[in-house]
């Protein structure tokens, strides 16, 4: 256990009807028997969900009682907005984001939160493992940069963080506007701005999420709405200040050529170039 006193913190999902319900069960349950367990886990029902899903919620209010808070949207609002609605419902100013489908790793707050403590962090992430059936099939980490001037350098091009593997200060969040609605971009679109306002943050070399992956991830980025997306959000981080017309520009391009390629080309490119194995990460 850590030798600091650590803060007690909450937990925000959204879950809609498309996730899978024995995900969704394992996603919840990898957060409430963290090593430092949260003290609320705020669940956003992003319009109305199947009975499955349904079932699962019911099955968790139960067995946490009055830690899980449910809140239920009437139409489906999408990630942003819903997360937003969540946000505000937090009982904690220490907050960790969670997905619907990925598992948490049992220390993964107790980490996440020394360093924040520690060092007086706004935000904080860490490196996630991707998975296609079970957690170590694919040997795949997704490293992020781990200091700050890293970080601002990485997020000229790149989402320097792992969104599902984050905790953030709520106030802080709050004081940049919050999650806003931007098709995908959503977590990305939140790092900018608190970039912008110069909040504190890091990231920690622990894989602490396995994160399920598939191959709806690839195809999603041969999307034509996804590069539409990407487009408007580098302008929008040239509009910050976060990068100048050259770099907009590259990005743009670097982008449209993923959307022209292949799917099956795409995940290629992805997992030989842009993760670490297992063995390099831990140095086997």
């Not at 969040?173 to 939140?190: A, H, Q, S």
Request: aromatic share 10%; net charge negative.
């Amino acid at each position: 256990m850590s030798e600091f006193s650590l803060p007690e913190y909450s937990v925000l999902m959204s879950v809609y009807k498309n996730d899978k319900a024995e995900y969704f069960d394992l996603a919840i349950r990898s957060m409430a028997e963290q090593t430092v367990k949260p003290h609320d886990i705020v669940v956003v029902c992003d319009g109305p969900l199947t009975s499955e899903l349904d079932a699962c919620l019911e099955k968790w209010q139960v067995k946490l009682a009055g830690e899980m808070n449910t809140v239920r949207l009437s139409n489906n609002c999408g990630l942003g907005y819903a997360l937003n609605a969540g946000l505000s419902k937090c009982g904690c100013n220490v907050v960790a984001r969670m997905d619907s489908d990925d598992i948490s790793r049992p220390d993964r707050c107790e980490i996440l939160l020394t360093k924040m403590t520690y060092e007086k962090l706004d935000l904080v992430g860490g490196a996630i493992e991707e998975f296609e059936s079970e957690p170590g099939d694919m040997g795949a980490v997704r490293m992020p940069p781990l200091e700050k001037k890293d970080i601002n350098a990485w997020m000229k091009k790149r989402n320097p963080f792992n969104h599902v593997s984050v905790v953030f200060d709520k106030q802080a969040v709050e004081r940049v506007g919050g999650y806003e609605p931007f098709p995908w971009m959503e977590d990305y679109w939140l790092w900018a701005r608190m970039a912008a306002q110069d909040c504190d943050y890091a990231n920690v070399p622990d894989v602490v999420v396995d994160v399920r992956t598939g191959e709806g991830m690839y195809a999603r980025r041969s999307n034509g709405a996804y590069l539409r997306s990407q487009t408007r959000f580098f302008s929008e981080l040239r509009r910050l200040g976060l990068i100048n017309r050259a770099e907009q520009v590259r990005s743009i391009i670097e982008r449209t050529i993923v959307t022209l390629l292949p799917t099956g080309l795409v995940k290629f490119v992805y997992n030989r170039f842009l993760r670490t194995k297992v063995n390099d990460h831990y140095g086997r």
